[in-house]
């Protein structure tokens, strides 16, 4: 525990180094840093702002001196999987939101070096403002999150660069004792490849800084895709419930060959009514859980399937013609309906969704809105659609500037992995479907084909925090979905921070993970107990 | 220094646990294990041979105990970095060859589970064997090499799947002190996804144990690449010796837009000869090095260029179609000539070389000579066709078992890497050549394009260790190569035991590695000395 002697001693320390503006400790910021989308009790005494490398070093080395343990925030928008809460109490928080500068960018090698400060949304900018002919990768995150966050989380998004641990290079991080490292090539004084050699020279390292407190990281180059000559986005609905394993074992070949180069995405009806509209109370009688009987209504409606694939197609027109071709192939012998939808096609929707509707009686309005916010995912425009689905089940309409942990949206993401096959996916998806219908929430669930061998699936257990007992009921779920996921073998791919309260249980891994801890951090004071470690 | 009687008596203990018959302490086999393809004067006091992880784990804690060190060998063909020669003198060799299964493997998510015995030449088999449909990425080094070797030193072969060590997972490593750790998902027990999922959850550790010495890997599941529908080679000679930036500048793009996908490979004309015969001592009066004028000689008559571009181009025949224009319209404003090639074309060339030889005067068996060992490793056959370069300067024919070790051929890799764009990649090859040159050897240099944004330049100083003097001036001209690359930001991919005679200048990195070292390995009993640590 921090003696309150210690914490203002370190304060005052802070203070002088940062000034006064960029140290808090008291008023209503603190509570901010102190709410996420679920029900959390760990206080926050503090919130330092550093303004460079050296200020974050000097913080550590106060940190260490006084025993005060600090935790890391960069953009703050781990919503689901904590928002800006510490794993502990007691622990000040490093934001390190002023650090957005973005430090190198190379059109021809295609990367761009940034701070932990710089957001998907700034990037993005950058890029145009560049006219670049290059797309980043984006996570269906806020636009405000910051790019390094996701990474180091190893967060994925939906282009071909969608794995974005795999796509960093050249990290320079701080360790918790204050010292600096870089790593891969960028270790080595001028060395010319330092943004794009991800391995260097030696051990890599980059590995033991992500999903870690064993540091922070305070540069990265991130690599970027080129503009394909053509983009099409695919969509594959289907109405059968069984239809999963066909699914994926028809499109993990596609993948395997790199025919598809895209993060494969798979969503369930609840996930895409989720990310539609709120909750429907009328239809539902006022009851939850949206039941599978008014469910399917919504999907003939709405038309979408129960099983909703999508994915980009990136190349030369000849190569997107194939593609398609061996989509339909391959996707021919099941149930569902395949189209193919391109950013001009969407745009033309629009404009003539009025008289196309009077035509046709089709209000393809409602297509567009489904499917536009994926396409732009899937050639890297940052979109903050995914927030408003944090608001399903608020019986307010959703606000013009929304903030789930403000608003007091329930929102709890469990991500377990499956083997991108057929049979796998569909145990680790009924284990997932099951254990939240029978809590009492909507299964909405989202399967993604990160590479060809894995399927990570997202869990949503969305709910409204300011319904009593709700916040008890979903972690209870929450907890009871790693518990059923991790006995089948499923483990996940990330956590939040309500999976964090002790050691993972990975034996001898785990012993040398606590050395480890104890090496970069003998007093323990970065973000203790981040990933069970420490 | 190790102290005899420790020797004696970790030698009685090894020979207890292992059997007398796998631990050798006298005799040829220990000159063996003391030569390389250059100067070395380290001496060997042992090979073990354990057949199991237990095994090595034991050998490992009679090692710390007695305060003898061991140094890992798996196949022992390092050739041109150190075969099996140790960093520092008495370390006994752990050669891990008799661990050899194939412990899983997956036809549907396309991996392989292997020991550190498995070498190329089984896994080959292996797949054949089982009727398989996957290719495995063969490096270019001997069929016998380990595929665990060669990934944990992150070596690299030429299909899509060429840089080893992006392509495995799930690690089983002993550590020094002999406890076990996994790594990736195969840290939780029971883990679906084990072998396909490289991060896990929490840290990655995977990159610690490679290009290092702090741990024994006995386990790797290794992705396998999937049959292509079609698959072609793409042939590029260039007489012009100033073409090499406009012909990395014309490949990088197709890299980049993943038109093609293999690690393109550029070769120059001494590289190319040296890959087909022996030095011509004819031709060049005796005298060496080559000079450029004999050198042009025969790339007239050879039908090779200045510059030897190559790569495989994979998919259905429609993508290869494309591929192929996309390739045609890039080098038509180039002054070289543009050949593509099927294993098919190959065969007919082959049998048809004799009445096409009578009909046309060309004499087409060279040209397949050449190609072929190239067409094979872009499809993942593993040949060793690269053996016989090494016999480039002896004046003895290339014996039936060839084995550079044994007979003396002189061989250093320096393999500096540069970023995947022309002018650099000029630069890097201006560099290597002239010093080469300047101490009278053949320039031999191959840039790989293993990725989109890296050239892997591999210079090879090919010569005869049985002529006086010529030990020295190439370990001369070796760390010359070395310091001007470095001096230039040309920093390697990968280490030879002649660059590994003290820490590589990395500052805080080099710090923080000496410090997981001492962590790893309190004793320092693991290969002291490798990539400079320890």
Known sequence: MVVAE???????????????????YEGDLLR??????????????????????EEI?????????????????????????????????????????????????????????????????QLYAFL?????????????????SSLIGNTVERGFGHTPYGDHFAYAAGLEVVLPTGEVIETGAAQFADCVTAPVNRWGVGPSLDGLFSQSNFGVVTRMSI?????????????????????????????????????????????????????????????AGGKTPLTPEVMSLFR?????????????????PAQVSEAKRLLRKRLAHLPGKLHF???RLLRTAKRFAGPFKLVSGWDIRRTVELVEPVVDLMRGIPTDHALGSCYWRKRTPIPARPDPDRDGCGLLWYSPTAPAEGEKTEQLSRIAIETMLEYGFEP?????????????????????????????????????????????????????IASMDGPLPNGGTGDFLGRLKALADPNGILAPGRYGIG
Chains 1, 2 share one sequence.
């Open 300 to 316: 003939r409606s709405m038309s979408f399937g129960y099983w909703n694939a999508s994915g980009g197609i990136y190349g030369t």
């Open 128 to 144: 145009k403002q560049h006219n670049s002919k290059l797309w980043m990768d984006a996570s269906g995150a806020s636009p405000d």
């Open 223 to 283: 690599h970027l895709m080129p503009e394909p000559e053509r983009f099409e986005a695919f969509f594959y609905t289907c109405e059968a419930p069984n239809a999963l394993p066909a699914i994926v074992d028809a499109l993990r070949p596609l993948k395997l060959q790199e025919l598809l180069r895209s993060a494969m995405h798979i969503a369930n009806d609840y996930k895409v009514l989720g990310g539609l509209r709120q909750y429907p109370w009328e239809e």
């Open 57 to 121: 070093q000097e913080c550590l080395r106060i940190a260490n001196r006084l025993a005060v343990p600090l935790y890391i925030v960069s953009g703050g928008k781990n919503w689901g999987y904590g928002s800006r809460v510490p794993v502990r109490s007691g622990c000040a928080v490093l934001d390190l939101g002023r650090m957005n500068r973005i430090l190198d960018f190379s059109e021809e090698l295609a990367y761009v070096t940034v701070e932990p400060g710089v957001t998907q949304r």
């Open 6 to 24: 210690q914490l203002r001693e370190a304060l005052a320390e802070w203070q002088a180094l940062l000034g006064p503006g960029h140290v808090v």
């Open 341 to 343: 939808v391109t950013p």
């Open 444 to 496: 909405m669930i989202s399967l993604t084909m990160l590479t060809p061998r894995i399927i990570q699936c997202v869990t949503s257990l969305t709910y409204d925090r300011d319904v009593s007992g709700e916040d008890e009921r979903a972690l209870d779920c929450y907890h009871e979905l790693g518990h059923r996921c991790t006995a089948a073998g499923f483990w996940p791919y990330r956590l939040g």
């Open 32 to 53: 901010e840093f102190e709410t996420a989308t679920f029900s959390t009790s760990q206080s926050v005494p503090a919130v330092l702002r550093p303004g460079s490398r």
